[in-house]
């Protein structure tokens, strides 16, 4: 299909039958180079191989060639959609182990934790192809009997989606847009993080090869520029963007001109509040899991803890013999649960927000050697835990995005309340508490677009997932979700 990538290179790199190992070597193309841009192992520093980038002409092409696939993708049968969908799903379970070692290759998140995500998938994905037809059903909604004109509700596609996406989760971000986008009717243009990009060419291979048409899910590869390009599209039906705030704000701005829909999921700086009725081992233990896992490198991670005073040295002790036990080593290694943060300049951020909340004041509890790690070339951040921490620190007002947490002593629900919503984010938050009844009364003062009691780092298919204020704007998943992805048409109708 022309427009879609067919270079001998690539289909090397996405055969099945080549074996990852061997794009460790023999790959060096210069990062220099125009049109190319490399991929990194995160937990080596080592090349992994380069790729080409597309420039705004490409993109150009590949969004005419998504134009004319969806207007016959959106023709055919719902079923036939559905069903391709549902081929996609049993691809990715069925090759799950591969698809895992290349996305621990280029992210650097332990390969269980791969797995689990890639498995995961499929869930979503199934709850999206479910629930298609009841907003896609046309409605007779309006209108009394005896009426001349019938009134009558449609939903259509959006058109041409852009899928621009994170590299954290690539399986997830991605599948919550295209699914919903292919399933409704809709083709995408999907740009997949250039830190995930062999990810994202997999997941483009395993849509076609489950029968989704080459024209309606085109892949583009590239770093900003090429996002940017595809942002600025005029005739795109919406773009979705899942990443960071300064980046969303970019793509808003880039489509106002175009008058073209645009969603954001963006960072957050989720706190996590622990009343003194809790058994507190189990949700030190919980929580840990919530702030640590992916590396904290997940949008719903626990940034912030507020706990109890009351309960206050007996959690921090209990939180530190948790994060103490996590093993850090290469991703690959079993028993791996944190691997090295995916983006190397992030390391000099962990580091700063580190000594900025040192020299406020506040102390370490955890505070992993990081000479063990220095001879290594990856990009290992060994997990810190800080207690005394407070609001003018950077660490509790600005999205950590890593293995570094503050854990801050409050007086009750009401101080507790007040710090959670002093932020500019407002993605998630939880409570852990025996008292549901204090539990929902506290979740329903948040500005929050989820609310937790007694769980966190917590997404659902079945419900929607939006932020509110700067973790952005429009819902993914559940219902909601869903119609995200079709425009109504009002039909009135009379008879001649
Ligand atoms: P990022 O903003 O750096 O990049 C995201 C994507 O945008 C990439 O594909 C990138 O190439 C592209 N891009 C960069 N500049 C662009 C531009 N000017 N125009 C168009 N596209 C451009 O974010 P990231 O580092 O990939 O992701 C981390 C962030 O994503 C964190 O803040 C995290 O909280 C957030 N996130 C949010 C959710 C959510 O559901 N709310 C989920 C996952 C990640």
Redesign the pocket.
């Known amino acids: 299909m022309a427009g879609t990538f067919r270079s001998p290179a690539l289909l090397a790199i996405l055969s099945k039958t080549f074996p990852l190992e061997r794009l460790y070597v023999g790959r060096h193309m210069s990062s220099t180079a125009a049109g190319v841009f490399d991929v990194l192992n995160p937990a080596t520093g080592k090349l992994i191989t380069s790729l080409p980038e597309d420039s705004q002409d490409q993109v150009a092409q590949k969004f005419a060639q998504a134009q004319a696939g969806q207007r016959e993708w959106k023709k055919g049968p719902l079923q036939e959609r559905q069903e391709a969908l549902r081929t996609f799903n049993k691809l990715l379970l069925s090759r799950t182990d591969s698809l895992a070692a290349t996305l621990t290759s280029e992210m650097g998140k332990p390969l269980s934790q791969a797995r689990n995500e890639i498995r995961a998938t499929p869930l979503r994905i199934q709850y999206l192809i479910d629930n298609a037809p009841q907003v896609l059903e046309r409605q007779d909604v309006f209108g009394s009997a005896g009426a001349k004109v019938r009134e009558c509700l449609t939903y259509e596609p959006l058109g041409v989606v852009a899928n621009?996406?994170?590299?954290?989760?690539p399986y997830?971000?991605s599948a919550?847009v295209f699914a919903a986008a292919l399933v409704t009717g809709n083709s995408v243009l999907y740009?997949?993080?250039?830190?995930t990009t062999l990810t994202g060419l997999a997941i483009g291979e395993l849509l076609h090869e489950a029968g989704v048409p080459e024209d309606a899910f085109v892949t583009v590869t590239?770093?900003?520029?090429?996002?940017?390009?595809?942002?600025?599209l005029p005739g795109l039906g919406g773009v979705f963007?899942?990443?960071?705030?300064?980046?969303?704000a970019?793509?808003a701005a880039?489509a106002a001109p175009n008058m073209v829909k645009v969603q954001?999921?963006?960072?957050?700086k989720d706190p996590v509040y622990v009343r003194p009725d809790v058994d507190v081992r189990k949700a030190a233990e919980a929580i840990a899991d919530g702030a640590f896992y992916n590396n904290g490198?997940?949008?719903?991670?626990v940034e912030r803890i507020y706990v109890h005073a009351s309960i206050h040295d007996e959690f921090v002790d209990a939180f530190a013999a948790t994060v103490e036990a996590f093993k850090m080593d290469d991703p690959t290694a079993d028993g791996t649960y944190l691997g090295p943060v995916?983006?190397q300049p992030h390391v000099a951020f962990l580091k700063a927000q580190v000594e900025d909340a040192l020299t406020k004041g506040a102390t370490p509890v955890v505070l992993g050697s990081h000479t063990d790690f220095t001879s290594r070339r990856g990009y290992f951040f060994p997990p810190v835990v800080l207690k005394n921490v407070d609001h003018t620190m950077s660490l509790m007002r600005e999205?950590t995005?890593g293995p570094v947490i503050g854990i801050q002593s409050v007086s009750g629900d009401d101080e507790a309340v007040s710090l959670m919503n002093d932020t500019k984010y407002g993605?998630t938050a939880g409570v852990y508490t025996k008292d549901g009844d204090a539990a929902e009364r506290i979740l329903a003062e948040l500005n929050v677009g989820s609310g937790y009691w007694n769980c966190c780092d917590r997404?659902s298919p079945r419900l929607p997932?939006?932020?509110r204020k700067s973790?952005?704007v429009g819902s993914?998943l559940g219902l909601d979700g869903l119609r995200s992805f079709v425009r109504p048409k009002a039909l009135h109708l009379q008879a001649a």
């Open positions: 621009i996406s994170a590299w954290n989760y997830f971000t919550n740009k997949p993080s250039e830190h590239g770093r900003g520029s090429t996002g940017a390009a595809v942002a600025s963007f899942t990443g960071s705030n300064p980046t969303g970019k793509i880039a954001l999921e963006l960072g957050g490198q997940s949008c719903c991670s995916t983006r999205e995005f993605l997404v997932w939006s932020g973790s952005g993914t």
